[in-house]
T-cell receptor, first 110, second 113 residues
Framework: GDSVTQMEGPVTLSEEAFLTINCTYTATGYPSLFWYVQYPGEGLQLLLKATKADDKGSNKGFEATYRKETTSFHLEKGSVQVSDSAVYFCALSNGNKLVFGAGTILRVKS | KAGVTQTPRYLIKTRGQQVTLSCSPISGHRSVSWYQQTPGQGLQFLFEYFSETQRNKGNFPGRFSGRQFSNSRSEMNVSTLELGDSALYLC????????????FGQGTRLTVV
């Protein structure tokens, strides 16, 4: 079945550092790919998405590119802030449900 | 426009009881999906409703059920609660069937004691 694998955390960075959170997937066909963010005590917020190969999703300084050849959708941000501290989930949808990775905790220190 | 609204935010129930959770999707959205989030299992799909019909179901026992009303609001019911049902239950709203782009509510935190 479809699955998503994320790098384990927690990831701890200093403010203004570069962020990469790795995400790879296994799926049949051509899934849509997503990054969601969850702040403490909250639900999930859609951060960005990509629906086909080579698409780049971007939002609030975060970017991810749909790489079909490597089945990856790595999340990047050039300069993180303390307010980016949260749990980040990579997910795919093949048109029937969302399949999530385990989540990566990001901690940003000032 | 208003986001996805889930009520209540917190619930404490006793083993063996049943519980009903409610979700109001974004206005105009016709698909509502439910997910269970636990530290051990992560985020798992429960079911999706679209136009008042269950369209897809995850691997959960029959104690978990749901329904959708004509105004797209959805309820989820869990009967004969077990300790392992303690979780954050998240509702996701989509314009179309299939979770192609889903927007989540804040969730209902259910604790079974």
């Amino acid at each position: 079945g479809d699955s998503v694998t994320q790098m384990e955390g927690p990831v701890t960075l200093s403010e203004e550092a570069f962020l990469t959170i790795n995400c790879t997937y296994t799926a049949t066909g051509y899934p849509s790919l997503f990054w969601y963010v969850q702040y403490p005590g909250e639900g999930l917020q859609l951060l960005l998405k990509a629906t086909k190969a080579d698409d780049k999703g971007s939002n609030k300084g975060f970017e991810a590119t749909y790489r079909k050849e490597t089945t990856s959708f790595h999340l990047e941000k050039g300069s993180v802030q303390v307010s980016d501290s949260a749990v980040y989930f990579c997910a795919l949808s093949n048109g029937n449900k969302l399949v999530f990775g385990a989540g990566t905790i990001l901690r940003v220190k000032s | 426009k208003a986001g996805v609204t889930q009520t209540p935010r917190y619930l404490i129930k006793t083993r063996g009881q049943q519980v009903t959770l409610s979700c109001s999707p974004i206005s105009g959205h016709r698909s509502v999906s439910w997910y269970q989030q636990t530290p051990g299992q992560g985020l798992q799909f429960l079911f999706e409703y679209f136009s008042e019909t269950q369209r897809n179901k995850g691997n959960f026992p029959g104690r978990f059920s749901g329904r959708q009303f004509s105004n797209s609001r959805s309820e989820m019911n869990v009967s004969t609660l077990e300790l392992g049902d303690s979780a954050l239950y998240l509702c996701a709203s989509s314009l179309y069937q299939g979770n192609t782009e889903a927007f989540f509510g804040q969730g209902t935190r259910l604790t079974v004691v």
